[in-house]
């Protein structure tokens, strides 16, 4: 499901809201033993865009939460097979920001940050239960509730320039 809010404050900017659902369906691992479940992520978004100085400057950016029921990871099991598991449920929380620039003729500058916070919400202790659900209630959790996700840095940006000039008729 999706539902999208927006306005269009004037030809140069605009700003949104969106709550969106979505899922992956589960599956069987490729040795067979261990099924894994669909995961559910419900999103909440809000955000700009904008142009400026006549469509010189464009600066986009949005805030998110996501909350993410039985979600999928992977990784490296037995004989170099990858595993599919469930967790049981993780939260993120974010900005984005993007800029792109054009103070000369030729001249374009591009930068994009994000900030996330992706944290277990509920303890990972590497057992499922008879219903297929992920286990949650352990003494010694493999990753405990408030865990970092993995592969989720917190913070990421890049800046570029590109400078485009005519040689010859090209």
Known sequence: HKLNLQWQIDEDRMVYATWSTGYRPGGINRRGDVDYLSDFLTNYEAGFKTTWMDGRLRLNGAVFYDQWEDFQFSF?????????????????????????????EGLSIFGSAAYVDAKLTENYCGAILANGEPETDCANPQAPAGTQLPITPKFKGNISARYDFPIGDF
């Not at 004989?79 to 620039?101: D, F, H, P, Q």
């Open 76 to 104: 490296l099991g037995i004989n170099g097979l990858t595993v599919i598991r469930n967790a049981a449920a993780a939260e993120m929380k974010g900005a984005e920001l993007e800029v792109s620039w054009r103070p000369t």
